[in-house]
């Protein structure tokens, strides 16, 4: 077990260190700019008020980051925590001109703060990495206030078989698109397994309230190509 979980964080190591210069790009390039319209369903479902305070988990590139701040007019704190050296550091670059929001090395496992100190938390298409979920999700309910509110934006399973058929068989070339802009087919094929393994809606459900959280709810995005879960401390 130990080893699988040394292999499992080597490997997305050093998938994203070989993708990080290209992984905005990428994000637009495999879907279609979707991928805008569902981190920004997030931020509308979260609804955060002024001044709150919000970690960041799995953060890469800070899209997260940027579109909560942007949404309080940059009257808000944000810690964005990021493991990968090279993802941490294009996003520091891409936000360097908010001193509202500051970037930590850290693991989800392992949080680098205080119990009871954030009113939000969010991880986006970062839960799927990470090397123990239940860990992740009891360092998210031991870092929110009471009355903070955890919301996880993260690739599920598709409803409708048509959709999801065409939605298998597109992910099939997604390794070939990558192998044309990164230069290597091995990150999307860790992409494409990745959630092909990952938990279904309700699965997920239940392991955010195993782990304390209240009123757990998602909704699906694109047919559940996607969903967003939230759950709450109280
Ligand atoms: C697909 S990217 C998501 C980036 C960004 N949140 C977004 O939505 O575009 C996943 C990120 O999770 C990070 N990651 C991997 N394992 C992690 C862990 N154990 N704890 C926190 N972040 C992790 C990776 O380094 C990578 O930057």
């Known amino acids: 077990m130990k080893n699988n979980i040394q292999d499992k964080s080597k490997l997305v190591n050093s998938v994203f260190s070989e993708v990080y210069k290209k992984y905005d790009i990428m994000n637009d390039i495999m879907s279609f700019g979707v991928h805008r319209i569902w981190k920004q369903n997030m931020m509308d479902w979260m609804s955060p008020q002024a001044n709150s305070f919000l970690i960041d988990v799995a953060s890469g590139t800070g899209d997260i980051a940027l579109t909560y ?3 309080l007019s940059h009257k808000c704190k944000i810690s964005c925590v990021e493991p990968n050296k090279e993802m ?9 001109i908010y001193d509202n929001i500051k970037w930590h090395k850290a693991n989800a496992e392992r949080l680098p703060f205080k119990d009871d100190t954030f009113d939000f938390y969010t991880i ?7 090397n123990n979920i239940n860990l992740t999700l009891k360092e998210a309910f031991r870092v929110l206030k009471t009355g903070g509110r955890f919301m996880c934006l993260e690739f599920s399973k598709v409803e409708n078989p048509l959709i999801d058929m065409l939605y298998k068989n597109y992910s099939k070339i997604i390794p070939i698109i990558g192998e ?20 279904n809606q309700s699965e997920l459900v239940s392991l955010i309230k195993k782990n304390g959280f209240q009123t757990v ?10 969903a ?6 109280i």
Do not use: C
């Open 69 to 71: 701040s942007k949404k």
């Open 228 to 233: 967003i879960h939230s759950g709450w401390k």
């Open 88 to 96: 941490l550091a294009m996003g520091q670059k891409k936000l360097e």
């Open 180 to 199: 044309k802009i990164v230069g290597s087919k091995r990150p999307y094929n860790y992409l494409v397994k990745s959630i092909d393994d990952f938990y």
């Open 217 to 226: 709810k998602f909704r699906n995005l694109s047919n559940g190509i996607a």
């Open 124 to 130: 986006s298409f970062g839960i799927r990495n990470v």
